[in-house]
């Protein structure tokens, strides 16, 4: 390059001073050759003249040799080619050409002539010619030494000038240049960041001076680029991550240290090989796919797929991919490969615990009712379906006796006693707490419904050990039929349900087969619970007071406040209607509390209508309701209504002691310890009365209305023996300092017969129905003033 420079300023200022030089000469020859021309025409004009006369004698004497010495003398004349002299005579022809000339090339030549004359007397008379043919004047003839030497002088001096300034462009322009070329080869070469030193303060300088700055900023740049490259180098090796590159069409181009370590490949076993070869076969369709997915620009994509590790074993990877441009133009793929075999082997686990129960291992109710589904959907048309719903009996009652842990157990110890049916079963499950289901498929599931069920309840006959303890427990199952009675999931589940609330109606500790009939009652118990809801909602619900009548003297003792439900179509609604549904809803104590708060406001006016301190008013108690806050507002109602605690009677059935949990015993305790009067109803209806009385301490015992009824029934044998167990349990009572009540007084004869075996007090038909607040006060104005019946 710096060459070329040099021979292109060389050859530039070589034909500019040629051309001046060539001007120059070119002029000067012009103006020489012309001048030696017109000098040569005038000397030869004047030789002509001259030897014309000098002829003119001898030719008008015929002088031959003369003639002839002349034209000797004519022709050594420089410029002189031929010579040629005639007279008109023809006597004397003379012609002579200068050695080595030929006769043609001289004729070629220009010529000159001059008349030859001689005077005579009276004039001159031309008596021949003399013609010159002559050579023109040549490049340098025409010069003279002076100007040949100034000439010379000249042009040595336009080469000197050519040999400085091409010294000069030398030293100003290519040597400053070649430094600057010679770093940049340098550069290109080495990669070392030449400087170059500037030797002058021109442009040159400057030029340098801004190399150096760029080379000092590139060689910056450079470092920082090769920092970066290290960096990234680095978090492409270093980083704990599975990374590698690969064309478009899917061929590995680089791996990360990391992604050799995790996979067990050497690096030249794997750069230039498919992907998809290490890829498990069966996935390879997928991987294959997305490569035609990818642009650039566009998000990243995820892939999941199953690798083959060098040793052969598999790992289940997430792969993120993203298209990038590389230096040379082209596109390549950047991945980063995730090793989610843990991951989905937990998912495994997840999805396995999302539909398995974690207490039994059975499955649960989510992956029951996808099984379910399954297998309704696979069944054919001779395939039926048996759904048998198991419900623990007494339940909750266990759990909340001996706790949580011993529920749990009793669960385990449950399900290991049916394991071998299970294990029959086409499903089994663990609904939710105390519930289960079993699915039995086969041509025949009605029998093999039957027997399961048995088989079941005959596991249930002994005990089951529950931690430290032994728990007895009985089931209630219900059973509905696919495809007789459902044709989907949610019915045959639903029926099934419906099936074990029959039995559990029934007395529990058995089976029942759904019926249409079912769906009836479960319509009746859905307007039920609306019924509850509404008033709950609105207050419907309210206390309806029943007098507790002294047998000796008449005299109204008591008020029992009977729930009821004032609906505002259906009308007065009992118990009998609600209760039920209001226990297996959990919705007793809300209306426990309506009635007892009502019962306590409006307890006063009837009181106001008797003697102070006579009437006691008595609620009736679930033993739902028995805990440590129903004990609590209680005490908060007794001291809002201004009622003495006293006064209060707390009436619970047998059910409260056969829970026999410790926090209804504490609330008994509670409500007794502030004076209220603790009352046992329906007592004899249960199992192990007696044993009751001997656990809990109560005050009042209400005989229950069966055996006062029976005590007069037609049959002897009946009134007798209902005679004979009323008669022990006043006995008892007695023994105890129990009062007691007779419940279900409908006549005479049974208050005389109940009040001569030593029954103090009575309620019933006989005296009075339950009645509301209005009605109670206007009974207590008519039939009762000063509360003593008049019909006593």
């Known amino acids: 390059m710096i060459r070329s420079i040099e021979n292109r300023f060389r050859n530039f200022v070589s034909i500019v001073l040629a051309v001046v030089l060539l001007l120059l000469l070119g002029g000067l020859t012009i103006i020489s050759m012309q001048r030696a021309r017109e000098q040569a025409e005038t000397g030869l004009a004047s ?33 002189i080619a031929r010579v040629v002299i005639a007279d008109k005579t023809g006597a004397i022809a003379i012609s002579m050409n200068e050695p080595g000339l030929s006769d043609q090339a001289a004729l070629r030549l220009p010529s000159l002539t001059r008349p030859i004359a001689y005077k005579t007397l009276s004039t001159y008379e031309e008596i021949g010619a003399l013609k010159l043919f002559f050579h023109r004047p040549g490049l340098l003839s025409g010069f003279s030494h002076t100007e040949l030497l100034t000439l010379s002088i000249f042009v040595l001096g336009i080469l000197m000038l050519f040999a400085a300034s091409i010294a000069i462009h030398r030293h100003l322009i290519i040597r400053p240049l070649r430094s600057l070329t010679d770093a940049m080869e340098t550069t290109r070469r080495l990669g070392y960041r030449q400087r170059v030193t500037p030797h002058s303060n021109d442009e040159f300088a400057k030029i340098a001076r801004s190399f150096n700055e760029m080379q000092d900023k590139l060689e910056q740049e450079e470092q920082l680029l090769q920092q970066a490259h290290r960096r990234a180098s680095d978090l492409y090796n270093l980083t704990p991550a599975m990374q590698f590159s690969s064309t478009m069409t899917g061929v590995i181009s680089a791996v990360s240290d990391y992604w050799l370590v995790a996979t067990g490949y050497r690096r030249n076993a794997v750069i230039g090989r498919p992907f998809a070869e290490l890829v498990v076969e069966a996935d390879r369709d997928i ?40 230096i040379n133009g082209g596109v390549e793929m950047l991945s980063v490969m995730t090793d989610i075999t843990e991951l989905r082997r937990s998912e495994a686990r997840i999805e396995h615990q999302a539909v398995t129960d974690y207490l039994t291992g059975l499955l649960n109710r989510v992956g029951f009712e996808e099984a379910l589904d399954y297998a309704i959907s696979d069944a054919d048309h001779t395939t039926r379906l048996a759904c048998l719903y198991i419900d623990l009996d007494r339940f909750k009652s266990i759990n909340d006796s001996h706790g949580h842990s011993a529920g749990d157990e009793l669960l385990r110890a449950f399900c290991a006693r049916l394991e071998p049916i299970f294990a029959r079963a086409r499903l089994a499950a663990r609904l939710g707490g105390d519930e289960f289901a079993i699915v039995i498929a086969g041509k025949d599931v009605i029998d093999d419904a039957r027997r399961t069920a048995a088989q079941i309840l005959s ?18 199952i219900g059973i509905a039929l696919y495809p007789n009675d459902a044709l989907t999931r949610r019915e045959l589940l639903r029926r099934a349900d419906l099936a074990m609330y029959q039995q559990k109606r029934l007395g529990r500790d058995g089976v029942s087969f759904f019926h249409p009939n079912m769906l009836q009652r479960a319509r009746e118990r859905a307007m039920i619970e609306v019924d509850i809801a509404d008033g709950l909602a609105n207050g419907w619900f309210e206390p309806f007071f029943q007098p507790i009548i002294a047998l000796a003297t008449g005299r109204i003792i008591g008020f029992e406040a009977l729930m ?52 006691r008013i008595a609620v009736n108690f679930s033993p739902l309701q028995l805990t440590a806050e129903t004990a609590d507002f209680v005490s908060e109602k007794l001291e809002e209504s201004g009622v003495a605690p006293e006064m209060l009677t707390i009436e619970i059935t047998e059910a409260v002691f056969l829970e026999d949990h410790p926090s209804v015993r504490s609330a008994l305790e509670q409500l007794r310890s502030s004076g209220c009067i603790i009352a046992l109803d329906d007592f004899g209806t249960g199992f192990s009365s007696l044993s009751y009385l001997n656990r809990f301490h109560v005050d009042v015992i209400k005989i229950d209305k069966s055996f006062t009824t029976a005590s007069t029934d037609p049959d002897p044998l009946i009134s007798a023996r209902s005679q004979r167990l009323i008669e022990g349990i006043a006995a008892i009572s007695q023994k105890m300092e129990c009062h007691m009540i007779a419940e279900g007084v409908e006549t005479a004869e049974q208050a005389a017969l109940v009040h001569r075996i030593g029954i103090q007090s009575a309620q019933g038909f006989l005296y009075a129905r339950p009645m509301s607040l209005a009605d109670t006060l206007a009974f207590l104005e008519r039939e009762a003033p000063g509360g003593i019946l008049k019909s006593h």
């Open 47 to 79: 030789l002509a003249e001259m030897n014309a006369l000098a002829l003119a004698k001898p030719v008008w004497d015929f002088d031959r040799s003369s003639v002839n010495t002349i034209a000797q003398r004519i022709i050594i004349e420089p410029d």
């Open 287 to 326: 991987y294959r796919r997305r490569l035609t997915n990818h642009r650039i620009g566009e998000p990243a994509q995820n892939t999941t797929l199953r690798l083959l590790k060098a040793n052969g074993d598999i790992l289940d990877v997430l792969i993120v991919e993203t298209a990038v441009s590389t």
């Open 459 to 476: 596991a249930c006959d002994e005990d089951f050990a529950a931690g430290d303890i032994m728990v007895s427990t009985s089931v209630s």
């Open 564 to 615: 009821r439900l004032r609906h505002p179509q259906k009308g007065i609604l009992s118990p009998g209607n609600f209760v039920e549904v209001a226990e297996e809803t959990l919705l007793i104590d809300d209306i426990g509390r309506q009635i007892l708060e009502k019962a306590l406001t409006r307890f006063p006016l009837i009181a106001a209508k008797l003697p102070p301190g006579q009437c």
